[in-house]
Structures are given as structure tokens and as C-alpha cells.
């Protein structure tokens, strides 16, 4: 019988369910949404006011050098001369300030500093810059074009070709070393030490809470990125939701530790969580790639958590450290209450794996639970807040509606209406009609199904995106992202992701991305070369193993897996085939891998291509 769960507090589920006459149903949690700052910076300035002397920000300069840290003082001193500086260049709201950086303490600051004058953000991912010099910094261009910055932060000289390259004429660069530069830049030291003066407070008292507070681009998987409008109020109303639910237990007033990019909502919520809600914020400079994660590794031996987040694959690296380091697991589990994942589903060997380790720590489980929303909903607005062992999506959080349309027997479409939904897309209001339905809820594009039909309060699962589905040429309906899901589940650990293959063609293949270390192990072979592991019968054989396991298990085409073959070089950033947070852009990496997709559909398939047992 498994263990019980450390202690967590959660409120109890209850859910008001419209049942309408088309089969289309709305769930509202009852609990109101209380939201208790008007502002992430009358947020920040409540608790610099409350504990001016808390570690807030805390960051490593390089590698194993000693910890940087920002009390709350010191972080909103520093954000209050910034907003000086902005008004007495007379900033104009109509040209935001661009964040073309990483995540560090003066991102934080620049991002408090300028909402705090009323002056949008827009924090671009440092992949725009550090790795598109290939291509003419086309996405960075793009998002340039279509923000019109009239500040640029580049904290360091690495982003100056990207920003010379880019920028608008008239933008001024703020900059730790300005001199790198051929645009004009001021010296971000000379900023900070702007007197701020004594109105900040009321300038930050009187935002309008309606305007747009920040830009977040999508990721682009279908197109350009677009720039979603973020107001003060959406943030806050997201931030409090999640508060309502989960941040007791996740202990955002506590200590958290993340690598997730601020230029991803599900990064951005996490330092303003930690911001408003009085956290002190480790930021981690890891990520869940190989060669890079040991960073991750060597944080978290030092910082003991209430709290941890990370997407899958970082679970499963994390998962492996774990089995092997004995001081990392006693730190790791101190005071662990709480987990969350996101971006994809984990794996069930993952999950299984993770709690026996726990158990065998501490005698009981850690609580897992996951987040759902998208850019247009500011960050997640539904999760699992109840204690359940499903693996799902959750239920609405307070402040939020759900309409569930019926698409079939079993599968519902998601659609959401709140104050955490936004207004819509700079500069597109010719989008209007499509995002948003006859009664004003917000077309996600994603679908679900309950666990349990006769009772809503177990949640719903994730069924796929509807962007994700195609048929064969046969006609036959394929859900792609449901399908991709199931697969890396039942491929676990060998499989880490994949790309799903069969639009208007006979049957459904895969490029799968293999993990190296578990997959060389269960063929027997620890010591080859990724290259040669790819194209090795034996590794070939128990990737096959797996999939003909869940063929097996299927009733037709629109699931099984004909043929595969595995890729050895990683997800390529450049080409945006990943997104920052992991996830597989799965229109483009086909695109750009377009001669393996040719291999999978051969008449006479090379060596490394494998039929799948059916």
C-alpha cells in the first residue's frame, strides 16, 4: 500500500456546473478570488515596507561563485530609481521597454522599475539573440517591428550584435557595459543610482490597472511570435488565484529555486509570486540539458525547498541524481512538500521512481501536482488542488470560468473567461472574433475529458491540442498531441520526446529523441556513442519492444506506430524546434528535419528505420 502524503493544505473543491442545453456545461469554483494588490509593484512595495531585510533575489555570478543576493530594500530602492529615470525621460506607454536578457536580479528590477512607470515590458527570450545571429536575428527583428521599444535592456555585451542589429533608431539601451554597444546605451549603474525621489508611491498607486503591464510573445509554433497583453490586473488576479489554491502549500512566501525563463509566463509568475507574496528567490542557471542540469544539481545540494517546479525531462535528470546522491536527497527532501510539473506529461516510471525515492527518504510521498493555462491566460488557472492520483489538467481556480463544448462522446473543447484572460494582441485587433466565443470565453485551443464523467470534482484530463490533430490520407482522425503524450509515457525512460509523423499519409510514424544513458543501459551497451547508439539493432530492438507493446494495446490505425527511427542530434533552439522550457515545436521540427520524415515513408527503408510489430 503506498505511503501517505507530507501534509499539504488545500481548500475544498467546490465547483458550480451550468449544465446548458446544447451539451455545452461552465464550471466556476464558488470560492471568490481575493485579490489583495492592485499591482505586482504595490506588491513588491508591501513587502519591502513588511521585511526590508529579507533575502528576495539571490543569484551566482558564474559557476560555483558565492551567491549574489537583493534584500526586498534594496530591490525596490533599486526599481524606484529606475521608474525616476523613465519619468524624467518623459516614457511614453506606447513604446515599451524590451527585456532582451536572462534571468538575473537587474531583470527583476528593470521589470519592477518600468511597470512601476506605467511603461509595458517585453521580456524576449535570450535564444532570440544569443543563437539567431544564423539568421539574421529574424525573430528578434520581428518582435522589434511589432513592439517598437523605446528602451532596450541588454544586461550584458553578448546581446549587442542581436541589439545593434535590431533595435529601433531611436531606442536607448540600458546596459551593465553600454560601451558594447553602437546604439545608444546609458550605463545601467547610473540608472540605479537615480534619486528616486518621494511621489513613487503614488505614481504606483494611481497605474491603471486595465493597461497593458507587460507583452508576453507566443511561442510561435504555428507562425511569428504574437505579443499577448498582460495588464496589472490579469497578473494579480493569476498570482492570487494560484495563492488561493496552491501557495500555501508550495510556500511562495518561503524560499523557491527555478531555472524557467521570465520570458515564459510560467517563469514570470514565479518570480512576481515570490515578489508580492514575500519569497526569497534562488535563481538557477541550470536547465534540463545535458551537460547543463549538473549546475541545477549542485544548487539544490545547498538550498532546501518547500517548493519545486520543472518540466519532465527535468524530473527524469533529477530523478537519476537523486538515486545515486545521498546529500542531494537529504537536502532536497528537508521540508519538500510539494511538487509541480509542466509543459508535458510526466511519465508514470518518472512519478513511480521519484515517490519510491521520497518514501525511502523521508516514509512518505511528496504531492505532485501540475498547472494548465497558456500565454493568454497570464500563466496556469487550473490545477490539481485536490489530492488525487491521476495524471490530468485539474479544475478552474477562483476567479475563473471553464466552458466545456462536446466534441464527442468523451472529449470537450476549453474555453475560459476571467480577469486573468487577456484583452487580446498588441496590434491585432483582427483576431478578436477568433479567439474569443458568442459569450466572451477564450478559445485555447486545447481539449479535455473527466476523469470520471458522474463526478466532476476529479478533474479533467488533457486530450490533446486541436492544432494537433490531422487525419491520414485515409480519413482517419489522428489526436496528435494526446497520441505524442501516450507515447513518451509508455516509452519511459528510453524515450524523451518525439516527433509524430503521418499528415495525409498511410499510416503514423515517429522520430523519436532517445535517452542516450537509459536506452544504452537496457540494450547492454553503456559505452557507445550516441551516433552509433541510434542506428544499433539492439537499442533499435527495445525502442521497438515498447512501441509494439503499446500497438498491441490499440484498436487502430489513428494510434499504432508503423515505423520509426531515432534522431541523435538534440532539438535544435536555433530552428525554434524547442521552446525555453523544453517543449517540442512539432510543426517545426518536421519542417526542418523534413529528409527523416522522407526516410519513415520510403518504399525500400534504410537500416535505421524500424517496423513497428502491429
Known amino acids: 500500500m503506498p505511503a501517505d502524503y507530507r501534509a499539504v493544505e488545500f481548500p475544498p473543491v467546490d465547483l458550480e456546473i451550468d449544465r446548458r442545453p446544447d451539451g455545452a456545461m461552465v464550471m466556476t469554483p464558488r470560492e471568490p478570488l481575493d485579490v489583495r494588490d492592485a499591482s505586482v509593484p504595490a506588491g513588491l512595495a508591501r513587502q519591502a515596507r513588511l521585511q526590508p531585510d529579507k533575502v528576495h533575489l539571490a543569484a551566482r555570478p558564474g559557476r560555483g561563485e558565492p551567491w549574489v543576493t537583493a534584500s ?91 541589439v545593434d542589429a535590431t533595435a529601433p533608431a531611436d531606442a536607448v539601451v540600458l546596459s551593465r557595459a553600454p560601451e558594447a554597444f553602437r546604439v545608444p546605451a546609458v550605463d545601467l549603474a547610473d540608472v540605479l543610482s537615480t534619486p528616486a525621489g518621494d511621489d513613487i508611491e503614488d505614481r504606483i498607486a494611481a497605474l491603471d490597472p486595465d493597461a497593458p503591464a507587460a507583452y508576453m510573445l507566443t511561442s510561435g509554433s504555428t507562425g511569428k511570435p504574437k505579443a499577448v497583453i498582460h495588464t496589472q490586473r490579469m497578473i494579480t488576479s493569476n498570482l492570487y ?35 508580492i507574496f514575500g519569497g526569497t528567490f534562488y535563481i538557477d542557471n541550470g536547465k534540463p540539458l545535458p551537460g547543463l542540469f549538473d549546475e541545477t ?30 546529500a542531494l536527497r537529504k537536502t532536497f527532501f528537508e521540508k519538500l512538500r510539494l511538487m509541480l510539473y509542466g509543459g508535458a506529461g510526466l511519465p508514470q516510471p518518472v512519478y513511480d521512481r521519484l515517490q519510491a525515492i521520497a518514501e525511502k527518504e523521508t516514509g512518505k510521498r511528496v504531492f505532485m501536482t ?3 493555462g497558456a500565454t493568454e491566460t497570464t500563466s496556469g ?9 491521476k495524471v490530468g489538467i485539474g479544475l478552474p481556480m477562483p476567479g475563473l470560468e471553464v466552458k466545456l463544448v462536446p466534441l464527442d462522446e468523451t472529449r470537450f473543447e476549453l474555453r475560459m473567461k476571467g480577469p486573468m484572460v487577456t484583452p487580446g494582441y498588441l496590434g491585432r485587433p483582427d483576431l478578436e472574433s477568433q479567439i474569443r466565443d458568442e459569450d466572451g470565453f477564450y478559445r485555447i485551443g486545447d481539449t479535455a475529458r473527466f476523469h470520471d464523467p458522474a463526478d466532476p470534482n476529479q478533474g479533467l484530463a488533457f486530450a490533446g491540442r486541436l492544432a494537433e490533430e490531422f487525419k491520414l490520407d485515409t480519413g482517419t482522425f489522428v489526436s496528435g498531441g494526446e497520441l505524442r503524450a501516450e507515447l513518451v509515457r509508455v516509452g519511459a525512460p528510453l524515450i524523451t520526446d518525439l516527433v509524430l509523423c503521418g499528415e495525409n499519409r498511410p499510416y503514423l510514424s515517429a522520430l523519436i529523441w532517445p535517452n542516450a544513458g ?19 539493432p539492439r537499442a533499435l530492438a527495445a525502442i521497438e519492444a515498447r512501441l509494439a507493446a503499446h500497438n498491441a494495446a490499440c484498436s487502430g490505425s489513428s ?32 519542417r526542418h528535419r523534413a529528409a527523416d520524415v522522407e526516410r519513415l515513408y520510403a518504399d525500400t527503408p534504410d537500416a535505421g528505420v524500424v517496423e513497428v510489430a502491429r
Open 72 to 162: 526586498f530594500a534594496e530591490v525596490k530602492a533599486r526599481a524606484d530609481a529606475l521608474t525616476r529615470f523613465l519619468l524624467d525621460r518623459g516614457v511614453d506607454p506606447t513604446r515599451p521597454l524590451m527585456i532582451v536578457s536572462g534571468n538575473s536580479i537587474d531583470h527583476a528590477v528593470v521589470r519592477y522599475g518600468a511597470m512601476g512607470a506605467g511603461v509595458p515590458v517585453c521580456p524576449v527570450s535570450a535564444n532570440y539573440a544569443l543563437l539567431g545571429a544564423a539568421g539574421g536575428f529574424e525573430r528578434l527583428r520581428h518582435v522589434m517591428d511589432m513592439v517598437d521599444p523605446g528602451f532596450v535592456f541588454a544586461e550584458t555585451a553578448a546581446y549587442a550584435p542581436a
Open 241 to 275: 488565484q494560484g495563492w488561493q489554491v496552491l501557495g500555501r502549500a508550495a510556500g511562495w512566501d518561503d524560499v523557491l529555486l527555478e531555472w524557467l525563463p521570465w520570458s515564459h509566463v510560467s517563469g514570470a509568475f514565479s518570480s512576481m509570486a515570490a515578489a
Open 297 to 326: 544539481i549542485e544548487n539544490l545540494r545547498e538550498v532546501p525547498l518547500t517548493y519545486f517546479t520543472n518540466v519532465p525531462a527535468g524530473y527524469a535528470m533529477l530523478t537519476e541524481a537523486l538515486e545515486k546522491d545521498v
Open 370 to 372: 501540475t498547472g494548465y
Open 381 to 389: 488557472c487550473m490545477s490539481i488542488y485536490f489530492h488525487s492520483e
Open 518 to 536: 537509459a536506452l544504452a543501459a537496457e540494450a547492454g551497451l553503456p559505452d557507445m556513442p550516441p551516433a552509433e547508439l541510434v542506428r544499433d
Open 559 to 590: 494510434e499504432r506506430i508503423r515505423r520509426f527511427a531515432l534522431l541523435s542530434d538534440p532539438p535544435n533552439a536555433e530552428r525554434h524546434e524547442v521552446s525555453d522550457k523544453g517543449t517540442i515545436n512539432q510543426e517545426a521540427a518536421r
